[in-house]
């Protein structure tokens, strides 16, 4: 029985050559979770390896109690893959917990760690090392790593400024969504996890990143956190999102790119973003199907619209440039029953009808891959998350919709290609064709 998943590999490997071999493995891995032995883990904050920060949502197949070992210590926040018998390129995975996984992160006879697959090993596996910010804290005692983690290996600042969701409970909270369940979760477990993180505290852990990050490895910033639907310290969503960039951009002018994950608001509230210093905007539209999209995100639809979501996309371009309006959809999310496709084509279909009508206006679309957290509606009908053939084909579906209306790989992602890529959470970036290096604005 074990074997299959093997066989599933190999099967898509074997089918669809085009695609990075890193790329069947690195979906699988992050759709289905990884189970890791004890010496693989981080020792905290007082280790050599960096620890996963559960930088806005859980990301984990089990609740931290069911995580064993892994909730003590926790796991890293990535691994890199290389070798074995596919000769895995230099591939980056955002860590994904999953104690009944059929992969393992273990060290092999003579020590080394690798990942194992139906008992078998199929790469070497390298752990993300402790960053010298990490080992600073502010003067209020917090850690780096709990203000302003870095994930994509180092790449990213994820600055999740408001840990929990306005869409609260079942008839508004996006069907796939735990961001509410795990800041429950963290503060049951006694962890720090800031719900409104004070603006000095995140400028205070920015300078010690500045500080440390000699190489200069950090690029962007992501600010984001839950949809703002009232207000939060008598802000709307634009200027509470917004001052962060406005403070981050008058003390470090230029230093990052600076991102905003946000709701699709309109015309006027986007150029308040801008103006804050924001250069890139990302309006996840989350999934395309117009059913779907009603069925899984009733706070956005009843709040929003998917018809004025998908308009108010179109109208943010004019503000930043079609080029740096990048809207997320969950990968995946499409197939989750009882609602969703049940054939891959069909879900892939609708997908791609999706990137045409945002790609036709020079607007790119990404993805990342659903993790079927079991705190969460779909996760919780879904444990295995979608079928591992229908994200290898929408790769090839994404990179072919791009070819064709000439785009290449958004900005603020860092490099693409096999064995350059960073970004952990889908490897959509894997499996785009390398591209020179971006400027920093
Ligand atoms: S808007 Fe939906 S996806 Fe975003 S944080 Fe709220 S519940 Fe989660």
Not at 95 to 106: E, T
Not at 176 to 187: A, E, L, R, V
């Amino acid at each position: 029985m074990t074997e299959a998943r093997t066989a599933l590999i190999e099967g898509l490997m074997d089918r669809f050559p085009d695609i990075p071999r890193e790329a069947v493995v690195k979906e699988d891995l992050l759709r289905g979770g990884i189970a890791f032995d004890a010496a693989a883990l981080s020792d905290n904050q007082d280790g050599d390896v960096k620890p996963k920060s559960y930088f806005i949502f859980s990301f984990d197949h089990g609740t931290l109690p069911e995580l064993g070992q892994a909730a003590l210590r926790r796991p890293p926040e990535e691994i890199v893959l290389t070798g074995g018998p596919y000769g895995l390129r230099r591939t980056v995975v955002s860590v994904r917990v999953n104690p009944a996984s059929p992969y393992r992160v273990a060290p092999g006879a003579e020590g080394r760690l690798g990942l194992y697959l139906d008992g078998e090993r199929i790469a070497d596996v390298g752990l993300p090392p402790m960053p010298e910010y990490y080992r600073h804290t502010l003067a209020s005692g917090k850690s780096v790593m709990e203000v302003a983690p870095t994930i994509q290996w180092g790449y990213l600042i994820y600055l999740t400024v408001f840990r929990v969701c306005q869409y609260f409970g079942a008839k508004q909270e996006c069907q796939y969504c735990d961001i509410n369940h795990n800041w429950h979760q963290h503060k049951a477990a006694g962890r720090p996890y800031t719900g409104v993180k004070p603006v000095e505290e995140v400028l205070e852990a920015l300078e010690i990143i500045d500080r440390h990050d000699v190489a200069g490895t950090s690029t962007a910033y992501t600010l984001t956190g839950g949809a703002i639907t009232s207000r939060v310290g008598g802000l709307d969503e634009a200027d509470f999102y917004g001052r962060y960039a406005q403070a981050i951009e008058e003390r470090f002018p230029g230093r990052w790119i600076g991102k905003v994950v946000a709701q699709a608001l309109p015309k006027e509230a986007v150029r308040r973003f801008h103006d804050h210093g924001i250069r890139i905007y990302h309006p996840n539209y989350e999934v395309w199907d117009r059913r779907l999209f009603e069925l899984y995100c009733p706070g956005k639809e009843r709040h929003v619209g998917r018809d004025e979501w998908h308009r108010r996309i179109l109208d943010s371009a004019e503000v930043f440039g079609p080029r740096n309006v990048i809207p997320n959809f969950v990968a995946g999310v499409e197939m989750a029953e009882p609602f969703g496709f049940t054939r891959a084509g069909e879900a892939v279909d609708s997908t791609v009808e999706g990137l045409r009508f945002f790609m036709s206006h020079g607007i790119t679309p990404r993805f990342t891959t659903w993790c079927p957290e079991p705190t969460t509606p779909l996760g919780k009908a879904n444990p295995h998350g979608a079928p591992l053939e229908y994200h290898v084909r929408l790769l090839e579906a994404y990179r072919a919709t791009m070819r064709e209306f000439g785009l290449s790989s958004p900005p603020g992602y860092g490099p693409a290609g096999p064995g350059n890529a960073v970004f952990s959470v889908s490897s959509f970036m894997d499996t785009l064709p390398a591209q020179p290096q971006e400027a920093k604005k």
